[in-house]
C-alpha cells in the first residue's frame, strides 16, 4: 500500500501506522520476554487419600551414658570431679549472696547452733576435727586454710583445730589447738556431739571437745588429725587449675551454665573415644527397648531398632531404618502405630543430665535424625502420644527456584545420609572451626583427615568457643548459603499425655522383684510409653511447575505478531518463496545475456 500509495497523505498515513504497529509489537514482545525471565512457579496443593508410608524414628535415652561404666574413662573421672567441685563452690557462693541465715531449717538444734553463721549444710554433711594455721583473736579463730605450718613466720598465726566437712570444704569453728582435749560423748549421725547426753543414753563415743563452746567433734582419738593445707594443697594444684580453664569452668557461678558446660566437656571427652568405647558405656539396645508393637503386632527389637551413636545422647535406636522394606500404617489411630515401652534407668544417670525421660525424632528415613535439634522429650511415668500429619514437598530447582536436587552436595558431614538445611549449617561450620583452628567440633562428625579439638587442649577450646560466640554476633563474617532440598517430607505433631502405669495394670519391666506397688512405684520413675501415630491416612502434597514456559511464551509471541502486523509462519514462507524466485530470475536474466553476448562474438570472429 505504501508503495502503490497515490499521494503524499496517504503515504505519510501508511508510514505512521506501519511504525505504531511496529513499536506496539516490540513493546509487548519485551514485557512478554521480561515475563519469562521472571522464571515465575505455582503451587500446587493436594490432598492425597493414600497411605502415607512410616516414617523412621530415632529414640534416644536423655541420659547419654552409663554413670557406673563412663567413670572408668578417666578424663570423664576428672571433668567429673572438677563439675562436682564448681558446683559446691557455686552453691557455697550463692548460699552466702541469697538471704539471711534464718532461712536455713535444720532438723538437729545443736547443728543449727554450731551453723548458725555459716548458712546450710547438706543433710550428708559430716564434720571431722583438721589441723590448720590460724589468726586467733579472744578463743575465736580462722582458719587459712592455704598457709603451711613450716613456713609461716613468728605471728604469722597459731595452730588451730577446726570443725571440718568435706563435702562443703568449710572449716569452722575453730579454736587454739590447745584449747582441745580427748574425752568421751553422745554424738549423732553428723559426728556432732555433746558432752552431756541431752536423752539419756550413754556418752560412749570418743570425741574432741574445747572450753570456749558446748561443741564437741567425734575423733577416734588412734587417728591423726587431717592436715588441711594437705588437703587443699591437694586439691588445686597448678595443674588442676589449668584443666578448669580448658574446660571453661573458669569464673562460672551459675549452676545452670555449669551444668550445660559440663555436658559440653563430657560430649567433648568421649568424642576423643573410639565409637565402640561409647556405645559400651551407654545404655544398650534391650535395656532401653523393652516392648515394643507397630500396626497392632509384636515387633523385632533385634532387626528393627538400628543402633546410631549420637554425641548428645549417646547410643540412640533407629526404627523403621531399613530402605528396602518400607512400613505403613494399615489404619490411623495409636493402635496401628508405632508403640515402644522403653526404661531409662534413672539409677545410672549422670550428675549433668538434669531431666529424666526419652528423646524422640520423627524423620525421614534418608535423614540424619539431629535429636539435639529437632526431637521431642517425652517423661517416665507417662504415655506420651504423638499425633503425626505428613506434608510432602517437591519444589522446583533452577532456574525457577533454588533447591538441592538429588540431596546430594560435595562435602557433607553426614555421609551416609541426604541433604540437609540443618546438616549443611552443619557442615558450613565444621568447615569454617577445622580451616581457622585445625580441629573440629566434637558436637559434629569430621570428614577426611581432621580430627575434634581436645577437650584439655586451651588453644583449641578457646578458639573454638570463639567461633562459637561469633556465630551470634550479625556482623559476623560467617556466612552460609544453604538452601532447602528439592524433596522433602516434613512432619507436623501434636502431643498429648496420660499417667502411665494405671494400678491395674499388671506389667513387668526390667527386674523387679520388690512387691506390687514398689515395683509399680519403680515403673514410674523408669518407664516411659511412647505412641507414634499418623492422625489421618491423608497427606497434602504441594509440588511447584513452571508458571511461564517457553512454549507460552511463543505462544504469545505469535499472537502479538499476528496482532500487530499479520504476521504468521505462512506469510513468512510466501516471502522466502518470493526471495528465492526473485533470486532465480535475476540469475536467469544474467545467463541469458551472457549467451547472447558469446554468439554474437563467435559469429563475428573477434577474438576474445
Ligand atoms: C594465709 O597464709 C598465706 C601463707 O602464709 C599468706 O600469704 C596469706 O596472706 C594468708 N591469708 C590470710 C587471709 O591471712
Ligand atoms: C588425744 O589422744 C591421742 C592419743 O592418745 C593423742 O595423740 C592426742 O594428742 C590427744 N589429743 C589431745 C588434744 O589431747
Ligand atoms: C564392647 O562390647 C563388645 C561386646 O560386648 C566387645 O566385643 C568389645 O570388645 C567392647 N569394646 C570395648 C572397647 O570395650
Ligand atoms: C533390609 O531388608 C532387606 C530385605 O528384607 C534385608 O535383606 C537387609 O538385610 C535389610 N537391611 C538391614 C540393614 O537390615
Ligand atoms: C591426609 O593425610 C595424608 C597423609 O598424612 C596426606 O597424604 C593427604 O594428602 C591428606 N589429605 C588431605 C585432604 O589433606
Ligand atoms: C500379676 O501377675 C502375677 C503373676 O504374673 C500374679 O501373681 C499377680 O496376682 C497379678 N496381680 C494382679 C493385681 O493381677
Known sequence: MLGQAPNIIYKIAWIVLLTGCLCMFLLQAASLLIKYQRMDKITDIQLKFDTAPFPAITLCNLNPYMNTLVRDVEKIRIILNVYNDVMNNAAKLNDKSGGSDEDYEEEEEEVETTTKRRGKRSPSSNFEPALSVCTCDEGECVANVTAIPEEISEDGGTMCICSFDRESQDPWPCYRKDDWYNTTCQCNEHSFCSKESTDGSAANKPCLCQNNDPFCVEHDHAKLLLNLWEFFGRQIPEEMKKIIEALGFDGLTDEVAIVTKAKENIIFAMSEMAEDVRRNVSIQKHELIQK???????????????????????????????????????????????RVLMYIAADEYLPTTEAVGIRMTIHDKDDFPFPDTFGYSAPTG???????????????????????????????????????????????????????????????PVIGNASHCFVFDPEQRKCLEDRTKDLGNIHSSF?????????????????????????????????????????????????????????????EVLSESEAYGVIKMMADLGGQLGLWSGISVITCCEFVCLSCELLYMVLMHHYTAYKRKAWERRRNNEPW
Open 382 to 444: 507417662y504415655i506420651s502420644s504423638f499425633g503425626m500429619n505428613m506434608k510432602a514437598m517437591s519444589r522446583l530447582a533452577a532456574p525457577y527456584g533454588d533447591c538441592v536436587p538429588d540431596g546430594k552436595t560435595e562435602s557433607y558431614i553426614y555421609e551416609d545420609y541426604v541433604y540437609s538445611t540443618e546438616g549443611c549449617y552443619r557442615t558450613c561450620f565444621q568447615d569454617m572451626v577445622i580451616d581457622q583452628c585445625g580441629c573440629g567440633d566434637p558436637r559434629f
Open 479 to 539: 556466612k552460609c548459603r544453604c538452601q532447602q532440598p528439592c524433596k522433602q517430607k516434613v512432619f507436623t505433631v501434636s502431643y498429648s499425655e496420660a499417667i502411665w502405669p494405671s494400678q491395674s495394670l499388671n506389667i513387668t519391666l526390667g527386674s523387679c522383684t520388690l512387691e506390687p506397688d514398689q515395683c509399680n512405684e519403680h515403673y514410674q520413675e523408669n518407664g516411659a510409653m511412647i505412641e507414634v501415630f499418623y492422625e489421618a491416612l491423608n497427606f
Open 292 to 338: 515394643c508393637t507397630f500396626n497392632g503386632k509384636p515387633c523385632n527389637i533385634e532387626k528393627d531398632f538400628k543402633l546410631i551413636v549420637d554425641p548428645t545422647f549417646g547410643n540412640c535406636f533407629t526404627f523403621n531404618h531399613n530402605k528396602s522394606e518400607p512400613m505403613s500404617s494399615i489404619r490411623a489411630g495409636p493402635m496401628y502405630g508405632l
